[in-house]
């Protein structure tokens, strides 16, 4: 069964810092392409950033120059630094995951449970 459990999220003023982690289990995380999405209630779910299994990274537009994905296969665990949040950085941030799963041979893609992020004076 495979498991992903975000971390990191919180209350943080306007120009502030947060590093969201994604903690594995169960997933062949090497191979496997990890990304991360933000939730608003009434919108569409976001595209924050991702990173491929071979370190590609890619980033929504809205925050290029301001957050930046890293993963350790190592450890298994996927980060997204956030600097100089703003209010509009608020939502759940969802990690998601795209590989296989131990003893299996099939790609599916997981979520998380997320973890709320607010910027707010």
């Known amino acids: 069964q495979v498991q992903l459990v975000e971390s990191g999220g919180g209350l943080v003023q306007p120009g502030g810092s947060l590093r969201l982690s994604c903690a594995t289990a169960?997933?062949?995380?090497?191979?496997?392409?990890m990304s991360w999405y933000r939730q608003v209630p009434g919108k569409q779910r976001e595209l924050v950033a991702e990173?491929?299994?071979?370190?590609?990274?890619r980033y929504g537009d809205s925050v290029k120059g301001r957050f930046t994905i890293s993963r350790d296969n190592v450890a298994r665990v996927m980060y997204l630094q956030m600097n100089n949040l703003q209010p509009e950085d608020t939502a759940v941030y969802l990690c998601?995951?795209?590989?296989?799963?131990?003893?299996?041979?099939?790609?599916?893609?997981?979520w998380g449970q997320g973890t709320q992020v607010t910027v707010s004076s």
């Open positions: 990173i491929t299994s071979g370190g590609t990274t």
């Open positions: 169960g997933l062949i995380f090497r191979g496997s392409d």
């Open positions: 998601n995951a795209r590989g296989a799963q131990y003893g299996r041979s099939y790609i599916n893609s997981y």
